[in-house]
């Protein structure tokens, strides 16, 4: 059986407040001005390595933040995690329920960055 859509915007909206619930995906969330390795991010919130894999796919689950992955001439291409929104709002339905919407950011990508999207799919599909 499939999902009404009010069961999968619930789960969305579980997965966002969640997220935003907890204070080491707070501070990815906040350290994310300009797009930045898992490395980077570790060294930036001072949380272990194995931990922030695990906060950025709650994250990325969660539509807050999106992959990318910088290809380079040399074969070591690095995965890039950005912010993927720009505004969040929770609020109170009248059936006292939790609510959000994600606000997401318009983009106009280049050709070097379709490139990183397809290798991107590319390896998620490998």
Not at 33 to 55: G, H, Q, V
Not at 64 to 73: D, G, N
């Amino acid at each position: 059986m499939g999902e009404s859509p009010s069961q999968r915007a619930d789960d969305v909206d579980e997965q966002v407040l969640s997220a935003l619930g907890d204070d080491p995906s707070r501070a990815i969330l906040e350290a994310l001005s300009e797009p930045m390795t898992a490395n980077e991010l570790a060294t930036e919130c001072d949380i272990p390595l194995s931990t922030m894999y695990r906060k950025l796919e709650r994250l990325s689950e969660a539509g807050l933040v999106s992959e990318s992955t910088a290809i380079r001439a040399s074969g070591q291409h690095t995965t890039r995690y950005a912010l993927d929104f720009t505004e969040i709002t929770v609020w109170l339905t009248d059936g006292n329920r939790l609510q959000t919407t994600v606000d997401r950011p318009e983009t106009t990508a280049t050709a070097d960055q379709r490139l990183e999207e397809l290798w991107t799919k590319i390896r998620e599909e490998i």
